[in-house]
């Protein structure tokens, strides 16, 4: 049902995929350093797409100049053919590799599977980040700087110094609202609830069960990070500057924002049920 590519690219590639990493990432981001931020854990960084054939190749060439990382392309059958040019990507580093599913299947499960991947093969930070652009991917090397003194590091829109550019008012007052109704139930402990842009420190997430883990959208992530506050778990936001995509299109839908307003009551339930069993 699943495939993953790359490996099998990777002795015929070898040493080709930096210059693909450069050119892509150099147009997309001048200033890039000269080589990859280093933190002394193995870094996976996870990419789910679905119809992001613009922006796969940019993104994962920015993620490997800004980072000392190897990449996981989770694709849900993408139509527009994403799926075939990150097996481009893949055959020309190896240090990319996709997981090919065969439909949309939803950010969280995409997710999942790239977090188990990490756990079986022994990495030591794995990273959630958007296709689109919206995530600054020079920010990585933040994130995993802090990951060295948290569980979870969050990039945030929502602490001092975050932001959000080029939303539309309606988007803006769904992720502030989302995030206003996040914190009447869950609490203040995590500023930016709904936030795509992540870092779990392996060991930490191997602890989660995540066979429980359903959510898909925001509820995935409200739900992750809720869990890793309920385990008592060290969680760090860092500011980041949040931006709309530029290329393709939103899979945001009404569905999803559904999904997040019945979960969130559902897991501080879930949370008062499991302090009175405690
Ligand atoms: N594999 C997979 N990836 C998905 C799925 N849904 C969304 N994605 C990807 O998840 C990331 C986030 O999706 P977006 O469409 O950017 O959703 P969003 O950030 O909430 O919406 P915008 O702010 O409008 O961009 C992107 O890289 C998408 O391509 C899915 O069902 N499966
Ligand atoms: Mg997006």
Known sequence: MEAVSGD???????????????????????????????????CLVVVPTYNERANVGPIVGAIRRWLDADVLIVDDGSPDGTGGESDRIAASDRRVRVLHRPAKMGLGSAYVQGFRVAIREGYGRVFEMDADFSHPPGDLPRLAQASLNAHLVIGS?????????????????????????ARMFLGSAVRDWTAGFRCFDVDALSRIDLDRVAAQGYAFQIE???????????????????????????????????????????LRLRGRRGARRS
Do not use: C
């Open 157 to 181: 829109r929502y602490v001092p110094g975050g932001s959000t550019t080029g939303l539309s008012l309606h988007r803006r007052l769904l992720s502030r609202g989302g995030n206003v109704y």
């Open 224 to 266: 992750m990070a809720w869990r890793f506050v309920r385990a008592g778990m060290r969680v760090l936001e860092v500011p980041i500057q949040f931006s709309d995509r530029a290329l393709g299109d939103s899979k945001m839908t009404y569905a999803i924002a559904r999904e997040a307003a019945g979960l969130v009551p559902a």
């Open 8 to 42: 099998a690219a990777a002795a015929v590639a070898d040493g080709a995929g930096s210059d693909l990493a450069v050119n892509r990432a150099g147009d997309a981001f001048p200033h890039a350093p000269p080589v990859p931020f280093t933190i002394p854990h193995r």
